[in-house]
């Protein structure tokens, strides 16, 4: 699947990147119909420890799925994320079936 990554004020290093395509690549177990999937990095200026952003947009035929996590790295919110459209994925297929 292709992953687009666009940070947002920074540069990403490219551990990051490849921790975030292994991770989006499992998401194919759940649906092999994924075009591909963009994923915004994004640090918002707050006191909180909890200021790292991630949206991850997957494309499949006929529908979008967004989700925005926010945390205190990349990684966990990256993580956290997926976990979400792993879910987002099997109600599709099972909408689909039936």
Sequence with gaps: MKVN???VGFSVDRKLVDFMQ?????LEKFYDKIVSSDVF???EKT???ENKVVELKIHVPGDDFMVKKQCKSFEE???LAAESLERLLVKRKEK???
């Design 41 to 43: 990095l994004k640090v």
């Design 77 to 79: 919110a990256v993580e």
């Design 47 to 49: 006191s909180e420890k």
């Design 5 to 7: 990554v666009h940070a």
């Design 96 to 98: 689909i079936r039936a």
């Design 22 to 26: 292994q991770r989006l690549d499992k």
